[in-house]
């Protein structure tokens, strides 16, 4: 078997059963990067787990030893606050050499390690939730243990769901600020469009089709024609036309300045959780 096939027949394991590890299990297995009957979960919130098993048609596991058997890469999906008794508690299962990736927002690398042995090989991931959808934007950092290998296999599962930087531990704050909280600032946005296209007078159903898929469009643009948005927000942009109006009121606004302000706030919220686990 090649080292591709190997990488497409992993049995993967989420400890923490919520929202985004949901979203990459069910991107993972439509990608068709593995099967349902080779991903497993385990979470101390036994609704949480069945939930999981209930969208992936994955098993729910009844513990973290249990889980740790059954994979060959583990992913870390809890909550922050709750990192260390996992870690703790994955430290405490440990029968084999063992590829951990988290997603644990803020969790650094070193905490991690030092709660663990050398054979547990880190790679800290920040993904976010259009994962489900398979348009997801990650960016990932290797730990001390880790190998190319490692990097490959962590690199194919996140490109299955969308796309995939590597990056140092020092900008993974960064990729938390911008793609991993930005899904919920463009939702606010596609959200406020609407609200926009229904006081100018559409039914709501239509003014939220209308402005995500404008959303999507957009960035689509943006991606395929590899040009700067300012230029493609140009060819929008006609002399004393209705574009500009609406952009001089964006920029009256302060829009583009929060939106910048958003990211950074996110980065440094991100840093904060870091620092609480040195």
Do not use: W
């Not at 547990?120 to 398979?134: E, Q, S």
């Not at 299955?160 to 993974?172: K, L, P, R, S």
């Amino acid at each position: 078997m090649s080292e591709q096939e190997k990488r497409n027949n992993l049995k993967i394991g989420f400890l923490g059963a919520g929202a985004m590890a949901t979203a990459l299990a069910r991107g993972i297995i439509a990608a068709g990067k593995t099967s349902g009957e080779h991903v497993f979960a385990y979470d101390v919130a036994e609704a949480a787990a069945r939930k999981f098993s209930e969208q992936t048609g994955a098993a729910a596991v009844k513990s973290v030893q249990e889980l740790m058997q059954h994979s060959d890469v583990i992913f870390l999906a809890v909550k922050p606050v709750h990192a260390v008794n996992a870690l703790l508690s994955i430290q405490e299962a440990m029968g084999k050499p063992m590829l951990l990736v988290s997603i644990a927002a803020g969790v650094s690398l070193t905490a991690i390690e030092s709660y663990l042995c050398e054979s547990v090989r880190v790679v800290r991931v920040m993904p976010n939730t259009p994962a489900l959808v398979r348009c997801g934007a990650s960016g990932y950092c290797l730990g001390t243990n880790a190998t190319p290998e490692d990097e490959k296999i962590v690199h194919s599962l996140l490109s299955a769901v969308g796309v995939a930087y590597q990056v140092t531990e020092e900008q993974i704050d960064a990729v938390t600020g911008l793609s991993g909280s930005g899904p919920a600032f463009v939702y606010m946005m596609i959200e406020a469009m609407s609200d926009g296209g229904v006081a100018a007078g559409l039914p709501r159903q239509i003014a939220t089709h209308l402005a995500a898929q404008t959303v999507m469009g957009a960035a689509r643009m943006v991606l395929e024609t590899g040009q700067h948005p300012g230029v493609l927000k140009d060819m929008v942009t006609s002399p004393a036309g209705t574009t500009i109006e609406g952009i001089r009121h964006l920029e009256e606004s302060g829009v583009r300045s929060a939106f910048i302000e958003a990211v950074m706030a996110s980065t440094r919220r991100s840093r904060q959780l870091g620092r609480k686990d040195r």
